[in-house]
């Protein structure tokens, strides 16, 4: 199993380079623009308080601080986090970013509208419990976004994941399906959306399962099942 020194670690080292892929540093236009109208889809139209939790280098922050959100980053690797905040700092745009486990996010009893995870709960040694804290630090009727996939092999030449990573429970990504029966119990409402053919996300065409989660928790009122309790 890994630790967190050692994810930490790997994840510092990648610092550097992180954003030179489309999907990661959003610097040609069109992926930057797809990501956004994607993200204006799956939050509130209102200002809302969202949450990154395993935020890298902010790049989907910033897009939900440019639409007016009030946005708190966590990231175990304080170099992905200096990034972040340099990032907003450059564009203008207010944003929180603190180092700490995503999957226990150093928020004490805070709660926000919107928890927004890309492409992390493979990395999680418990991603069952991190799937409870995510959904415990929402609002009633938040919404959890949850941005996986099920990666196909790893690029050659690639750095090799921590040792002892084999023993990930979803080391290599999550299906969708896998991924709802997990999420279900927590929440009210699911969607999935398939992101897989949407070639402008990536910058090219990819052939592993790619996907957005979309959970709604009940509004106040609300029966886990979406209608008012005593309507």
């Known amino acids: 199993m890994t630790d967190s020194t050692a994810i930490a670690a790997y994840w510092d080292t990648a610092a550097a380079c992180f954003d030179d892929e489309p999907d990661h540093g959003l610097r040609p236009r069109p992926t930057r623009d797809a990501w956004s109208r994607l993200l204006s889809s799956w939050l509130p139209a209102a200002p809302a308080d969202v949450l990154d939790v395993g935020c890298g280098t902010g790049s989907l922050s910033a897009l939900a601080a440019a639409a007016g959100h009030r946005v708190t980053g966590v990231d175990l690797s304080s170099r992905m986090v200096a990034r972040a905040r340099e990032k907003l700092r450059a564009a203008g745009l207010p944003g929180r970013f603190l180092v700490g486990d995503a999957a226990a996010p150093p928020v004490g009893e805070e709660r ?89 996300l990536w910058g090219a065409a990819v052939r592993d399962e790619r996907y ?6 009940p509004a106040a009122g609300e029966s886990p099942a979406g209608p008012p309790t005593g309507s």
């Open 212 to 217: 957005a989660l979309i959970a709604e928790l």
């Open 112 to 200: 926000f509208d919107v928890v927004l995870c890309r492409h992390l709960v493979w990395t999680l040694p418990d991603p069952s419990a991190a799937l409870r804290a995510w959904a415990a630090r929402l609002r009633p009727g938040g919404i959890l976004v949850l941005v996986e996939g099920r990666w196909g092999e790893a690029a050659e030449g690639a750095v090799p994941y921590v040792d002892g990573a084999e023993a990930l429970p979803w080391h290599g990504g999550v299906t969708a399906a896998d991924l709802a029966d997990a999420v279900r119990p927590l929440v009210g409402r699911i969607r999935v959306e398939d992101l897989a053919p949407r070639t402008e």
